[in-house]
């Protein structure tokens, strides 16, 4: 089982940067492919980004170059630069993790509100 629990979010202005954490626990996350996502009412959940251990991040089309997923697996720990913020990047943003053999995120964060706004 893996726990995953985000912080960071909050209130800042467009334009603005915001850096969310995610910590988990229950396993080390080195042979998981951790991911963000995000939703905002009345959409499906997006995909924001991925980070395998190893490899390249996969960023989704709208987020490249505004916003850098990074990993620590020593300290269990993920995270999600946000630069350049827009009003539509306001958004509950998920953490997610699956293991390297599986083909869907099984364990999800609780959600974390970021909201864009002057």
């Known amino acids: 089982q893996v726990q995953l629990v985000e912080s960071g979010g909050g209130l800042v202005q467009p334009g603005g940067s915001l850096r969310l954490s995610c910590a988990a626990s229950?396993?080390?996350?080195?042979?998981?492919?951790m991911a963000w996502y995000r939703q905002t009412p009345g959409k499906q959940r997006e995909f924001v980004a991925s980070?395998?251990?190893?490899?390249?991040?996969i960023y989704a089309d709208s987020m490249k170059g505004r916003f850098t997923i990074s990993r620590d697996n020593a300290k269990n720990t993920v995270y999600l630069q946000m630069n350049s913020l827009k009003p539509e990047d306001t958004a509950v943003y998920y953490c997610?993790?699956?293991?390297?053999?599986?083909?869907?995120?099984?364990?999800w964060g609780q959600g974390m509100q970021v909201t864009i706004s002057s």
């Open positions: 997610a993790a699956r293991h390297v053999t599986a083909s869907q995120y099984r364990y």
């Open positions: 229950g396993t080390n996350i080195g042979a998981y492919v």
């Open positions: 980070k395998p251990s190893l490899g390249a991040p």
